[in-house]
T-cell receptor
């Protein structure tokens, strides 16, 4: 079962506006990562935030992490039509077998209207 | 350097048939992961390889699913006696290490349709 839940499930905004997506999770984590997926195929890693960090920036992306609330947000500023995609958060933890494990949320489908 | 590749890109099969899905990881990547993504859903972890061994098979949904990896490189996911609920996109990812930060590089996936 998926640990993460993204909110909203779908988001449509005008080009140039900012898009905010949220992710909640349930267990303790080492880090949280955001991925992007175009057309239901391969995922592309966007940004990673460690559990001891509260905010991180990368270009037009801003990620926050609140471990007390077990939640994260991804902000895309000045959106572009090319940002249309599904966005997933993934939490990293150690499995019972000692290997690291990424647990993905259900995703937010973002549509940028030109 | 090529990325992760998967074949076939699409597979349509009849219920009850066996299928094999292939993953070619990035050269030198020791860790390899298989995920399944059902329509409109997130990724579901299936199995993890470190080298040729699979210490974590906890995500395989039934004994109809198996995977192997040879030479620390190519991996094959086999689904026996396919069922309609097996229809999904199967994604493979590889990473250079299983450490504190290991970006997983994903392949384009195989879309499996079981009729």
């Amino acid at each position: 079962s998926q640990q993460g839940e993204e909110d909203p499930q779908a988001l449509s905004i005008q080009e140039g506006e900012n898009a905010t997506m949220n992710c909640s999770y349930k267990t303790s984590i080492n880090n949280l990562q955001w991925y992007r997926q175009n057309s239901g195929r391969g995922l592309v890693h966007l940004i990673l935030i460690r559990s001891n960090e509260r905010e991180k920036h990368s270009g037009r992306l801003r990620v926050t992490l609140d471990t007390s609330k077990k939640s994260s947000s991804l902000l895309i500023t000045a959106s572009r039509a090319a940002d249309t995609a599904s966005y997933f958060c993934a939490t990293r933890s150690l499995s019972n077998f000692g290997n690291e494990k990424l647990t993905f949320g259900t995703g937010t489908r973002l549509t940028i209207i030109p | 350097g090529a990325g992760v590749s998967q074949s076939p890109s699409n597979k349509v099969t009849e219920k009850g048939k066996d299928v094999e899905l292939r993953c070619d990881p990035i050269s030198g990547h020791t860790a390899l992961y298989w995920y399944r993504q059902s329509l409109g859903q997130g990724l579901e972890f299936l199995i993890y390889f470190q080298g040729n061994s699979a210490p974590d098979k906890s995500g395989l949904p039934s004994d109809r699913f198996s995977a192997e990896r040879t030479g620390g490189s190519v991996s094959t996911l086999t689904i026996q006696r396919t069922q309609q609920e097996d229809s999904a996109v199967y994604l493979c990812a590889s990473s250079s290490t299983s450490g504190e930060y290991n970006e997983q590089f994903f392949g384009p996936g195989t879309r499996l349709t079981v009729l």
